[in-house]
């Protein structure tokens, strides 16, 4: 029988938003996305979106898309004074899932507290008077923006950063500490053995980089070790330079590539590759992210360092929930574990 692909699309996209890997208020693919995803052509990906439209799962906005509504029409209209709670960050081609499991985490606390969750960002509630949340959730807020966090909270929004480190004593987090875990990890392979230890990915500017970079560098000085700077790849450097990699590994002896964030693997897998590099036989693979479906995609035996992110999601909200019934609740700022994932690294066996 021919399958009917409309169905197909109109199931998986159903599917995305019961799992709240697409939330209220986020954007559903580009058609050209789902036409390529699923080898249709744009009529076909137009009648999934018109059954899901109908159902009241989106709504089409001409020229802009179609995006996920508060609910479903078939779902208890909700009291006019439920909680909203914004989050930023959430992004459909999330690959290394780390926004996707953050979403979840969230999603299950507010479904718990009966407070519902909206896509918005820190402009949008700065600038725009047409979006109001009672609380937000920052994942994307850099360093140049806690101002801006902090003028939001003083205009009566309270809110939580993830995976940032404010100086603002008003301002609450909640965040692995980059640098410590980092230490720790490279500090283990060093007494283990491994010298050569790259650094794959550094960022001038970013946070998380930072603090990452800097954990590599104390686990080194603290062992007694010179910092091997010429082993620091800056990310700008093979971003768009597809020889830039694999003419560094040609050139040195390395242990342990150790690659900052989950994005960037692809293009280190495609370096070793090229070289004709095997793991865990010619050198081990670190990476500081939530790798495990890549992993289990690519067959391929890589550590990582895997950060709490759907608890850090779900503290989040209920911090914040808690925050809105008691205004002057103690300021949340929790800095929470990250583990070890060893996956047949010799120098963390």
Same mark, same amino acid.
């Given at each position: 029988?021919?399958?009917?692909?409309?169905?197909?699309?109109?199931?998986?996209?159903?599917?995305?938003?019961?799992?709240?890997?697409?939330?209220?208020?986020?954007?559903?693919?580009?058609?050209?996305?789902?036409? &390529?995803?699923?080898?249709?052509?744009?009529?076909?990906?137009?009648?999934?979106?018109?059954?899901?439209?109908?159902?009241?799962?989106?709504?089409?906005?001409?020229?802009?898309?179609?995006?996920?509504?508060?609910?479903?029409?078939?779902?208890? +209209?909700?009291?006019?004074?439920?909680?909203?709670?914004?989050?930023?960050?959430?992004? !459909?081609?999330?690959?290394?899932?780390?926004?996707?499991?953050?979403?979840?985490?969230?999603?299950?606390?507010?479904?718990?507290?009966?407070?519902?969750?909206?896509?918005?960002?820190?402009?949008?509630?700065?600038?725009?008077?047409?979006?109001? +949340?009672?609380?937000?959730?920052?994942?994307? #807020?850099? &360093?140049?923006?806690?101002?801006?966090?902090?003028?939001?909270?003083?205009?009566?929004?309270?809110? #939580?950063?993830?995976?940032?480190?404010?100086?603002?004593?008003?301002?609450?987090?909640?965040?692995?500490?980059?640098?410590?875990?980092?230490?720790?990890?490279?500090?283990?392979?060093?007494?283990?053995?491994?010298?050569?230890?790259?650094?794959?990915?550094?960022?001038?500017?970013? +946070?998380?980089?930072?603090?990452?970079?800097?954990?590599?560098?104390?686990?080194?000085?603290?062992?007694?070790?010179?910092?091997?700077?010429?082993?620091?790849?800056?990310?700008?450097? !093979?971003?768009?330079?597809?020889?830039?990699?694999?003419?560094?590994?040609?050139?040195?002896?390395?242990? +342990?590539? !150790? #690659?900052?964030?989950?994005?960037?693997?692809?293009?280190?897998?495609?370096?070793?590759?090229?070289?004709?590099?095997?793991?865990?036989?010619?050198?081990?693979?670190?990476?500081?992210?939530?790798?495990?479906?890549?992993?289990? *995609?690519?067959?391929?035996?890589?550590?990582?360092?895997?950060?709490?992110?759907?608890?850090?999601?779900?503290?989040?909200?209920?911090?914040?929930?808690?925050?809105? *019934?008691?205004?002057?609740?103690? *300021?949340?700022?929790?800095?929470?574990?990250?583990?070890?994932? #060893?996956?047949?690294?010799?120098?963390?066996?």
């Amino acid at each position: 029988m021919k399958k009917n692909l409309a169905n197909e699309i109109y199931d998986y996209l159903i599917a995305e938003i019961r799992e709240h890997r697409l939330l209220p208020g986020g954007q559903l693919p580009s058609e050209n996305t789902l036409c &390529r995803q699923f080898y249709v052509s744009r009529p076909t990906v137009r009648k999934a979106i018109a059954r899901l439209c109908e159902g009241g799962y989106v709504q089409s906005r001409p020229g802009l898309g179609s995006y996920v509504t508060s609910g479903q029409s078939d779902a208890p +209209v909700q009291p006019v004074n439920r909680l909203i709670i914004g989050i930023d960050g959430v992004d !459909f081609h999330d690959e290394y899932q780390y926004y996707t499991r953050i979403s979840q985490g969230a999603r299950a606390a507010a479904e718990a507290a009966g407070v519902m969750l909206c896509l918005t960002d820190l402009p949008e509630l700065l600038n725009s008077p047409f979006r109001k +949340v009672d609380a937000f959730i920052a994942t994307r #807020v850099d &360093r140049d923006d806690f101002e801006n966090a902090a003028l939001l909270q003083r205009n009566g929004i309270p809110l #939580v950063l993830l995976n940032r480190y404010p100086q603002q004593p008003e301002l609450a987090y909640i965040s692995v500490d980059f640098q410590y875990e980092t230490f720790l990890v490279i500090s283990r392979m060093l007494k283990n053995g491994a010298r050569n230890i790259a650094l794959i990915g550094r960022q001038t500017g970013s +946070v998380t980089s930072a603090g990452r970079t800097r954990g590599w560098e104390e686990a080194y000085k603290a062992n007694g070790l010179p910092v091997p700077q010429h082993l620091a790849v800056d990310f700008q450097d !093979f971003r768009h330079d597809d020889d830039i990699l694999p003419e560094f590994f040609r050139r040195n002896q390395v242990d +342990v590539a !150790f #690659v900052t964030a989950g994005y960037q693997l692809p293009p280190v897998l495609t370096a070793l590759a090229r070289v004709g590099m095997q793991l865990p036989d010619d050198l081990d693979v670190l990476c500081f992210d939530d790798i495990e479906r890549l992993c289990e *995609t690519v067959n391929t035996p890589i550590s990582y360092i895997k950060m709490p992110l759907q608890a850090m999601g779900a503290r989040a909200v209920e911090y914040l929930v808690r925050r809105l *019934t008691c205004p002057n609740l103690e *300021t949340l700022q929790l800095t929470m574990n990250a583990s070890l994932v #060893v996956n047949r690294c010799k120098y963390l066996l």
